[in-house]
């Protein structure tokens, strides 16, 4: 992120040509003077909308950085074709990522509300959810309370026979909004799969360790984007459960 985010007309068709620009600057990937490309050639928000790739190209604006535009503008109007209608004080609802899936395009708007809330065991089928703000954390304490909170979830979880999603990343009362999307900020997403495992191998006893190994999926990473459609740098962190019939035949306890 090039810029501190301003706020923005929810709909591209009321921005001016000065926050087209303001827009396009906040673009990864997109140098300032093509910004200003747009800017002296009087593109407005109702004009951004009509452009495709030729025209971009027409401007001096070079391929790469023509897709990256396009991009940006055609997800932000999906996103707001998805949006249900709310009043602009009241945060947006949305689906969670799909579960026990890793590759469907789907991100989350920052400060948006998941609309499931957090349940405790309810059947092999339906899925619940916990919700960890995972803030006020440490570097040297994250990946340990992450590896722990994964842990307890999934004992709960494979003992109860239910299906489970444990969320890192979005608030809960009363410091938040319970389900809102706040994201957190990952370095080496590999070292969170690798101490997951080293975490289920030396928590759990030996007769379990396999049983336990397939039914905690690795963790999923989900993009938070801001409102403008850039992007946050921070993700979600989530960590499915599925405790199959096939492997979850006894009591699970841990080390």
């Not at 003077?33 to 002296?40: G, S, V």
């Not at 444990?166 to 009362?173: A, K, M, N, P, R």
């Amino acid at each position: 992120m090039k810029n501190q985010e301003e706020e923005l007309p929810p709909d591209i068709k009321d921005w001016s040509k000065d926050q087209v620009k303001e827009w396009a600057l906040k673009l990864d990937g997109v140098d300032d003077h093509i910004a200003e490309i747009l800017f002296q050639q009087d593109i407005n928000g109702p004009s951004l909308l009509l452009l495709e790739i030729e025209d971009f190209r027409g401007m001096g604006v070079t391929f790469g950085p023509a897709k990256l535009i396009k991009h940006a503008r055609d997800e932000k109007v999906k996103f707001k074709k998805e949006e249900p209608t709310s009043s602009t004080n009241q945060p947006v609802c949305r689906k969670p990522y799909p579960f026990c899936r890793y590759h469907d395009t789907y991100r989350y708007m920052e400060n948006s509300i998941l609309d499931i809330t957090e349940s405790g065991a309810s059947d092999l089928i339906e899925p619940c959810h916990e919700y960890k703000a995972f803030i006020n954390t440490t570097d040297e304490t994250k990946m340990s309370k992450f590896t722990a909170e994964v842990i307890r979830f999934a004992a709960a979880c494979m003992n109860s026979r239910t299906n489970g999603t444990i969320h890192f990343g979005i608030g809960d009362t009363p410091d938040f909004i319970h389900g809102e999307v706040l994201g957190v900020a990952v370095g080496d997403k590999e070292a969170y799969a690798k101490e997951l495992k080293s975490a289920i191998d030396s928590h759990f006893e030996h007769k379990h360790k396999q049983a336990a190994q397939i039914c905690i999926k690795p963790p999923r990473f989900v993009e938070v984007l801001k409102k403008i459609m850039t992007s946050t740098d921070k993700c979600v962190i989530e960590v499915d459960i599925v405790p199959d019939s096939r492997s979850v035949k006894k009591t699970f306890t841990t080390l």
